[in-house]
């Protein structure tokens, strides 16, 4: 079994940044592209960001791509997201999942899902 842990949202002033981690326990994530989502209150759930297990191989939502930056440390068992330049439609809950087996495809529900960490954008 497969456990993902979010840390590092909270309240940021537009423009501001936040980094996120997630972190896994029990089995390794290592196989696994990982891939982070939102969902804002009231709004479906929208899928950010992906990393590759194998090439470290990225791809991001239109509504993110140049502001955030996905990234994972194997040695520590993590992945990151960084973000900046927040606006408050970056509010929302963020949670990491695993994607595929090795590479981000997005072809199928993600197997194992953290328990999100809230991320608001606020002034």
């Known amino acids: 079994q497969l456990q993902l842990v979010e840390s590092g949202g909270g309240l940021v002033q537009p423009g501001g940044s936040l980094r996120l981690s997630c972190t896994s326990s029990?089995?390794?994530?290592?196989?696994?592209?990982i891939a982070w989502f939102r969902q804002a209150a009231g709004k479906e759930r929208e899928r950010v960001s992906c990393i590759s297990a194998v090439s470290g191989r990225t791809d991001y939502a239109d509504s993110v791509e140049g502001r955030f930056t996905i990234s994972r440390d194997k040695a520590k068992n993590t992945v990151y997201l960084q973000m900046n330049s927040l606006t408050p439609e970056d509010t929302g809950v963020y949670f990491c999942a695993t994607d595929s087996y090795y590479y981000c495809s997005a072809s199928a529900p993600p197997e194992y899902w953290g328990q999100g960490t809230q991320v608001t954008v606020s002034a």
């Open positions: 029990g089995r390794t994530m290592d196989l696994f592209a």
